[in-house]
């Protein structure tokens, strides 16, 4: 595993545990799953969710913003946006 990996996976353990003093807002919290999905999963793939689906579609859109990003760099951006967030 390399170091962006396990800076990555460090990260988003942070995130998932909600640890510290870090709060991401709504806006914050789409982001990084977005960001989780790119790093993970490429790019966003399937039909976009219906309109009552309101989460779902959200989620969507969110990790279409970043369609396109390699895994690495959505790697960085997370560990980035994490590191801004704490201060």
Not at 47 to 65: I, L, Q, S, T
């Amino acid at each position: 595993m390399s170091d962006l990996e396990t800076r990555f996976n460090e990260a988003v353990d942070f995130i998932q545990k909600g640890q510290g003093d870090a709060n991401p807002s709504n806006d914050q919290k789409l982001e990084f799953y977005a960001l989780y999905k790119q790093a993970t999963e490429g790019d966003v793939s399937g039909k976009r969710p219906g309109m009552m689906d309101f989460v779902g579609r959200a989620k969507f859109d969110a990790w279409e913003k970043v369609k396109g990003l390699s895994r690495e760099e959505a790697m960085e951006r997370y560990i980035e946006r994490l590191e801004a967030l704490r201060g």
